[in-house]
């Protein structure tokens, strides 16, 4: 929970060893922990929270890794258009990303003459008894409305059962989503229907660049499995923090922000 999340986040503050500090996983208790690393002088770096409000307050000592939320909406736009997709409904879960990505991508759909023919949202369950959702009855009643691809603004596991009702309602239209859903959970959930999904994300698992490339073959070696999402986020922000202090040469958190903000950094 954010309460115990910003315990934490006190308890790692109180460290006076502590100068810098990478995650957390959650962009809620990213924005609610970046406030306490803020107040104590210590460099916060987020690899996936994707929450506008980060660094909207334009703390001195807080970074993230990914695009917020409007960047991925204009991509996923941008990738229906690409397809020839010109009528996409959307369907968002009622917490502040979901909400955020539903609310950027409509306002950068419109402006782009794509048709919304319908923008529904709902009350996720607890997340024990995400199974236990029905969202048939919000399926049925969209589900006469003709549309070439639907957003699906939403978090796993939540999605995965979400995805499970569209197939079976037959709802087989290709469905766009953001970061939240890429993970290898979407399948474990979904199976088969995680098929259609397409997803906005700032890591690219078939990149060629050298350097990922590299990373990808060191992954699988050590772990016998590709690099996820996370895992690649975990170790780009790693490197830039260890950059950082090389480039400093010095692990001061002040001159650490400076240099970051000063200079560029060419990652995986």
């Known amino acids: 929970t954010d309460s115990i999340v910003g315990v934490v986040a006190r308890q ?43 660094t909207r307050h334009r703390f001195r000592s807080t970074f993230r890794l990914v695009p917020d939320d409007e960047a991925f909406a204009i991509a996923l736009v941008q990738f229906a258009i690409s397809q020839g997709w010109k009528r996409v409904g959307v369907l968002y879960a009622r917490f502040e990303q979901g909400e955020a990505l539903a609310r950027a991508f409509a306002l950068h759909a419109r402006d782009a003459e794509l048709e919304l023919p319908y923008f529904r949202s709902y009350l996720p369950l607890a997340e024990e008894k995400y199974a236990e959702h029905d969202f048939r009855e919000l399926l049925g009643s969209i589900s006469r409305q003709p549309t070439d691809a639907i957003l699906l603004a939403d978090r796993l596991p939540w999605a995965g059962k979400m995805l499970l009702d569209m197939q079976a309602m037959r709802i087989n239209q290709p469905i766009l989503a953001g970061d939240k859903l890429d993970s290898s959970s979407a399948w474990k959930i979904a199976g088969k229907a995680a098929e259609n ?21 060191k992954f699988v070696k050590r772990w016998n499995k590709a690099p996820g999402y996370g895992s690649a986020q975990g170790f780009e922000a790693f490197n830039l923090l260890i950059d950082a202090i090389e480039r400093s040469q010095s692990s001061a958190p002040l001159i650490l922000t400076t240099t970051l903000r000063t200079r560029s950094w060419k990652g995986l």
């Open 12 to 54: 790692i503050a109180k460290d006076k060893d502590v100068v810098a500090v990478i995650g957390h996983e959650a962009s809620l208790t990213a924005v609610a922990s970046a406030v306490t690393y803020e107040e104590n002088g210590i460099l916060y770096i987020s690899p996936k929270a994707s929450l506008s409000r980060l």
């Open 197 to 217: 999904l397409y997803i906005a994300s700032a890591v690219n698992p078939a990149s060629t660049e050298p350097a990922f490339v590299d990373f990808r073959h």
